[in-house]
C-alpha cells in the first residue's frame, strides 16, 4: 500500500522585481501518519519559551530569541521523519525570459517542479501545502497541480492526490520551512548584521555537514540542495 507524504513549500525573495537577486525555493516534507506528532513536538519547543502559538519566522530572530531557533533547528535535524529540499537560484536578475519565450510565473511554475522532483516516488502518494500569498493564490495552485501533474505523467493525480493553501501561523511545518528557507536566504544575500541569524545558520552547517554554498549529493535525505544554474538556449 502508497504511503502518503506531506510537503510544505514557502519561498523567499521570489518576485521578479523586489532588487534582490538570490530566491530561494523550499519544502519540508514528512510522512502524513507522523505530522500530528512532530506538529505536537513544536508547540512544545515553542512553549518553553513563549506559548504554542507562537508563530516562527526567520523575520523575527533576534539575538534574544536564539536558544528557542537552535532547539528547533537541532530537532529537525534529530528527528528522521523530517526531510528538507531547497533550491538556490544565486542571481534572478540575470534571467533572460524572453529568450524562453515565458514569463517569471511560468518560470516560477518550472523551478517548483526543481524542486519537488527529487521528492516524488511514484509509489507513493503526496498532499502539497503552500503557505498563502494572495487572493491570486487558487487559481495559481490549480496550475501548480496540473503542471507537477503533467510533469510525472500523473494525469489521473494518483500521485499528486492534493495541493491546497494553508495560512502559515497556523501551520508549524511551513513555519519550519520558513526559518530553513530564511537561513539559506540570509546566506546567499552574504548579510552578516543579525547576530542571532548567523548562529542559526552556523547551526544548520554544523548539523547537517554541508556548507550551503554548494549542491549535495542528488539523494541526500535530510538537508538537500541544488544551487540552480541557468542553461544557454540553444541558437
Known amino acids: 500500500m502508497a504511503e502518503v507524504f506531506n510537503i510544505y513549500c514557502d519561498e523567499s525573495c521570489h518576485l521578479q522585481n523586489d532588487n534582490i537577486k538570490p530566491m530561494v525555493l523550499g519544502a519540508i516534507w514528512c510522512p502524513q ?6 506538529n505536537k513536538r513544536l508547540r ?9 502559538k507562537y508563530e516562527l519566522k526567520w523575520s523575527k530572530i533576534s539575538r534574544s530569541e536564539i536558544n528557542l531557533y537552535i532547539d528547533i533547528i537541532n530537532y529537525f535535524f534529530d528527528d528522521d521523519d523530517l526531510h528538507f529540499r531547497g533550491v538556490v537560484i544565486p542571481d534572478k ?23 519537488l522532483k527529487v521528492i516524488f516516488d511514484p509509489r507513493e502518494k503526496y498532499c502539497i501545502y503552500l503557505d498563502y500569498k ?3 493564490g487558487n487559481i495559481k495552485l490549480e496550475k501548480l497541480h496540473e503542471v507537477l501533474c503533467n510533469n510525472i505523467y500523473d494525469f489521473s493525480k494518483e500521485i499528486i492526490v492534493k495541493t491546497q493553501l494553508v495560512k502559515s501561523h497556523q501551520v508549524e511545518l511551513i513555519q519550519l520551512a520558513d526559518v530553513i528557507i530564511g537561513a539559506l ?8 548584521t543579525n547576530e542571532g541569524k548567523l548562529k542559526i545558520i552556523d ?7 554541508y556548507s550551503l554554498s554548494n549542491n549535495t549529493l542528488y539523494k541526500e535525505q535530510k538537508i538537500n540542495l541544488l544551487i540552480w544554474k541557468p542553461q544557454e538556449p540553444e541558437e
Open 33 to 38: 501518519d507522523k505530522v500530528k506528532e512532530i
Open 93 to 115: 536578475t540575470q534571467l533572460r525570459h524572453d529568450r524562453y519565450k515565458q514569463n517569471h510565473d511560468t518560470w516560477y511554475y518550472k523551478m517548483l517542479f526543481v524542486l
Open 134 to 136: 494572495d487572493t491570486q
Open 203 to 209: 547551526k544548520i552547517i554544523e548539523r547537517s555537514g
Open 185 to 192: 536566504s540570509y546566506f546567499h544575500r552574504k548579510l552578516n
Open 44 to 52: 512544545e519547543i515553542k512553549s518553553k519559551y513563549y506559548n504554542n
